[in-house]
């Protein structure tokens, strides 16, 4: 009897383990999958991808900067060490402290899937012009790139190819607008986006560009979005060089990019430029992308490409009848007819649209305030001399004419050392009519001294502001 309990007992104590082993495991098997579901959930939530236009942007400024550090963060590990990967010629241009200028201008029609997988592409026949010592060369290059990472998918070099290699018989002047290569711009993790939009008002694409909104944003913004589909038929120029990338406060996943310059054409022609402002959010549950979901257009237009108030140029002095009859200011008289001739030839050098003599008369370091009326708000812009040399190209193109008018003159200083202020006003003609196109009035001051280098008289610095009720300046 005794055997037959211990027997029994035996089996329910065995039944009970039983039991409790598979609750155990059932239990522990369900908070293995939660966990697993919220990992991998929790992956795709923070998985990002970076586009190729986005790294070429990145590897034109490595090559443009001079720094050999930033050009290595972007090959792969290992990969700039294999044989044939090209790495040591680039190297060798930054030893030699070569100045270098891409184009990547069409660069996406270049690009190809490359044979090694679904993750690597190949961007050809990319333009690079080397300033080497005696002769400038004209190199081709193709890139190698591949997607690496689970939740940072980012491009790395895997080869940096030399194509060919020649005597460059002339260096165009690149239109530095066409992509933004700012600091901020490339930290941004809204840049490819921008870069995308940029592209599908430039080309006309209407689907892209609608693909980039979120679907239920164009319901809500439909006023904003309807508006921007309807430009998008017109002769677009985007120009980022000026754009603000801000994170919007408290928010991770809400970007602001304001101070866009979007310039209308009509066959060539240029019509006006307006102010477009972006907001950008990361969408999406599984799968998280940035999608726009406002595309503000500016209420004010300008008849002008955001360059509007540049500075004159004439062959001949600015003489004393073409400002009342007198010189102003107490600079010494040859002071102020130095001062009065080299106004004059960039006077009429602006007039003529004679660019090279234009900027000859800047020094290396000048730094040039440029200011855009929109309405009643002025909006001042910093400038070096290589970049005011691309705005002033840009201003040329969209004016068959230009008359710009210096009066009231005045010119204070010593023989070395002058300020010119004077009242400037600033026409830009169209193709065909007598009513200019664009028209303003306003102080410029111009700071110049004579250059230690050549002797001459250089502009070192620039300001100009607005008149909004011009008085009637009575002649001397």
Known sequence: MNANNSFQSGQNSQQALSNFNYKDYVKWGAIACAVFILVFCGL????????????????????????????????????????NAGYQHTAQLFKE?????????????????????????????????????????????????ARTGIIQRRWKLVRDEVDSEEIATHIPEFDSDNV?????????????????WKKALETQDQKKYTSLWDKSARKKQRKNYTLAIGHISQELEVDLSQAEYKAIAYSKTKHLVENINVSVYSGGTFIETHSRQLTIEKKGFFIRKWRIINDEMGDDYITEPPISQNDPL???????????????????????????????????????????TYMSL??????????????????????????LRQKMKRLNLGYAGIQVKISNLIINGDRAVADAEFLQEFKGM???GSRPAYSDIGTK??????????????????????????PMYPKN
Request: proline letters at 5%; glycine letters at 4%; aromatic letters at 8%.
């Open 180 to 196: 933004d290569t700012s600091q901020q711009s490339i930290d941004s993790p809204v840049a490819p986006l921008v870069l995308e």
């Open 430 to 432: 169209p193709a065909s």
């Open 314 to 356: 004439v062959d001949e002095p600015v003489t004393e009848e073409s400002v009342g009859g007198i010189f102003n200011g107490d600079a010494p008289l040859d002071t102020q007819l130095k001062v009065s001739q080299i106004l004059g030839k960039w006077q009429q050098a602006w007039e003529d649209k004679d660019l090279d």
């Open 44 to 83: 795709l939530l923070t998985r990002s991808n970076e586009s190729a236009l986005a790294f070429l942007v990145k590897w034109k400024s490595a090559l443009e900067s001079g720094e050999i550090d930033k050009y290595d963060e972007l090959w792969g590990k290992n990969a700039r060490n294999k044989i």
């Open 362 to 387: 800047y020094a290396e370091k000048a730094l040039i305030t440029r200011v855009t009326v929109r309405g009643d708000r002025e909006t001042s812009t910093f400038l070096t001399k290589k970049q």
């Open 445 to 470: 001051k111009l700071d110049l001294m004579i250059d230690p280098a050549d002797g001459y008289w250089k502009i070192y610095s620039e300001t100009w502001s607005r008149y909004k009720e011009v």
């Open 97 to 145: 402290q070569l100045d270098i200028d891409v184009d990547i201008r069409d660069a996406e029609n270049r690009t190809r899937n490359d044979p090694q997988g679904k993750d690597y592409l190949r961007i050809e026949e990319i333009p690079i012009w080397i300033h080497a010592p005696g002769e400038p060369l004209l190199q081709s290059r193709t890139l190698t790139i």
